[in-house]
């Protein structure tokens, strides 16, 4: 007789953006004579860059040929990519790392998801909150995480480390220590960094602790402020207590075309052991993951290119200039406003202590905006609300003006 994975039961049952997606489908149905502007989920709008396309048809192109047709990946990827990303994105910020320490995949979730398989059970997870929910959710499937409790919305065995405005959103070393710490920088939701001081600190306490940092740069390509840190790897000894993960979905549009790598350190053991972590992902990968497609690595090394550079860092600074218009017309209409700065997201506090699913509603019905409800991320989120700077300038500029008529 079979038997399911019962943890996947424990889940709190509507994901939030179905929940949103109802809601909003609901009421376009009720007033099919308004339009709605999204500015809710962080999927882009902007199309590929020049260079990535013809990157990709260059490549269709040889797998139409018999002498440049390409089969299975190589199972850490591509050397042509990850040397690419190699002198791209961590010589230049001083960090050296060894081919083998870059795997790549098809992108940041499934990596940060599947991080869960090389860890023992009893690990306990702390993450800040609100928080990326796939860091949890991933967690409860293998049974990390304990109960569900449905008062507090918040799992019995998981530490939450609230980042809110009273603390300038930066995690405090939490009372019960942690094995497995989930740092996001820039962060989703809330938009807002750690400065290099900051995330040194959350080193050293890894380092002192025996503790794993899981480190997502999904948006590192948004950070504008010199003192925020692009690697975790710019800290000293984060080598042996760090694993970064990355993506090409935000600065370059691929949340359709799905690529992304982790890194791993050699020199990050087990502790008090000489297991290389590095070792256990190599044969996860391996026996798991059978490569990002041939073309769309090529297209990821094309991000690299001079022209891709420059393209791409056009696209980042026109979702910013949307950033910076739903930053300062909601500041300049009275909104408590963070993030925006090093990051696509801000949040945002709603205004007299109204809940933020009451202030999505009045969003949705008063303004036809849809924003994400900041309890949604977590309970520390309760009080917020995030916007995306992935809109088009149109409807970004068209949607602030609606929210400050309110
Ligand atoms: C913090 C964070 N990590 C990872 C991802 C997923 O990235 P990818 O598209 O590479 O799977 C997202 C996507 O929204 C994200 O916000």
Redesign the pocket.
Known sequence: MFKINDNFLKLPGSYLFSTIARKVSDYKAANPDREVISLGI??VTQPLAPAVIRALHGAVDEMGAADSFRGYAPDLGYEFLRTAILEGDYRPRGVELALDEIFIS???????GNIVDIFATDNVIAVTDPV?P?YVDSNAMAGKTGEYDKDKEAWTDVIYMPCTAENGFVPEFPARTPDIIYI?CP??PTGTTLTLDQLQAWVDYAIEKQAVILY?A??EAYISEPDVPHTIYECEGAKTCAIE?R????NAG??GT???FTVIPKELTAPDSDVRVNSLWARRHGTKFNGAPYIIQRAGEAVYSAEGKAQTKEQIAYYMKNATTIREGLQAAGYEVYGGVNAPYIWLKTPDGVSSWDFFDRLLTEANVVGTPGAGFGPSGEGYLRLTAFGTAENTAEAIKRIRSL
């Open positions: 962080g999927d098809d992108g940041a979730k499934s990596d940060c990326y796939v996001c962060n989703n997502d999904a948006y993960m993506s090409f979905s935000k691929f949340t799905r690529l992304g």
